[in-house]
């Protein structure tokens, strides 16, 4: 007899808080993208200078550049910029939540990425380029949203990276960010920085394990104006 059984997305409970990151890195700022499951094993061991696992290697894959289950966003990521700066599309902002593959074990990852301009809000300065602040602000504001907001970023080192941090929460590692090395990204043909940030979302809240509060919304939200104020030139601040 053929059996069938379902397999949650994500664990009891984890739906709503997944989907509300989603709509908030929306709200931040960020396009989602997708991207394969499959990547290339090779590309994998000369980027992050680790093998695949027996377990995450495909026995009959359809090519060598889809031949193993992807252990984080990160490979897929770059290839969608790689991808816009070819077409000119300099300015970017992106954001991913997707199944990775450790092993045997399965979880829902959430990637971001920044590069080019920074979001401009229109009165408060001139454009600028993005840095690896404006990356790591939103990167708090999702944190805050999980209720993870006593995370430790520890500084650490990756083949990958110029800049690299690890995210702690207790003693569990729940994700890193950091700084693209130009290195990788001058052979992606990427210009200009990249700032990347990932983040296990399974992990990071089954760490937290504390539910979400309602916040009443204020009685007086705040707003963007411009300003103009007439005053007798002789008058002191």
Same mark, same amino acid.
């Given at each position: 007899?053929?059996e ?9 409970g *984890?739906?709503f808080?997944?989907?509300?990151v989603?709509v908030l ?9 997708q991207?394969?499951t499959?990547?290339s094993?090779?590309?994998?061991? +000369?980027?992050?200078g680790t +093998?695949f696992s027996?377990? !995450?290697i ?10 193993a289950l992807?252990?984080?966003?990160f ?10 700066h070819?077409q000119?599309n300099l300015?970017?902002h992106?954001?991913?939540? $997707? /199944?990775?593959?450790?092993? !045997? *074990?399965e979880s829902t990852h959430?990637?971001l990425?920044l590069?080019?301009?920074a979001p401009?809000?229109g009165?408060e @300065?001139?454009e600028?380029?993005a840095?690896?602040?404006d990356?790591?602000? /939103? ?12 995370v &430790?970023w520890?500084?650490s080192?990756?083949?990958a990276?110029s800049?690299f941090?690890e995210?702690y929460? @207790?003693?569990?590692e729940v994700?890193f960010?950091? !700084?693209?090395?130009?290195?990788l990204a001058?052979s992606?043909?990427?210009? $200009?920085?990249?700032?990347y940030a ?6 990071l809240?089954?760490q &937290? $394990?504390t539910p979400?509060k309602f916040?009443p919304?204020p009685g007086?939200p +705040?707003? !963007?104006?411009d300003l103009?104020l007439?005053v007798?030139? @002789?008058?002191?601040?």
């Amino acid at each position: 007899p053929v059996e069938a059984r379902w397999i949650p997305l994500e664990e009891p409970g *984890r739906y709503f808080e997944v989907q509300c990151v989603r709509v908030l890195a929306g709200e931040l700022g960020f396009d989602e993208v997708q991207t394969y499951t499959l990547v290339s094993s090779k590309e994998a061991l +000369a980027i992050h200078g680790t +093998a695949f696992s027996e377990d !995450q290697i495909l026995a009959n894959p359809l090519t060598d550049e889809m031949d193993a289950l992807r252990a984080d966003l990160f490979l897929g990521m770059l290839g969608v910029i790689a991808r816009n700066h070819a077409q000119r599309n300099l300015s970017l902002h992106f954001f991913e939540i $997707g /199944r990775v593959f450790e092993g !045997q *074990r399965e979880s829902t990852h959430l990637a971001l990425a920044l590069t080019g301009k920074a979001p401009h809000a229109g009165w408060e @300065g001139p454009e600028r380029t993005a840095d690896f602040f404006d990356l790591k602000g /939103r990167l708090m504001k999702v944190l805050e949203k999980l209720g993870a907001g006593n995370v &430790v970023w520890r500084p650490s080192s990756h083949a990958a990276f110029s800049l690299f941090l690890e995210l702690y929460c @207790g003693e569990e590692e729940v994700g890193f960010v950091g !700084q693209v090395s130009g290195r990788l990204a001058r052979s992606k043909k990427i210009e $200009g920085d990249l700032f990347y940030a990932e983040l296990d979302l399974d992990l990071l809240l089954k760490q &937290v $394990g504390t539910p979400a509060k309602f916040t009443p919304l204020p009685g007086f939200p +705040a707003v !963007q104006r411009d300003l103009a104020l007439i005053v007798p030139e @002789g008058r002191r601040f």
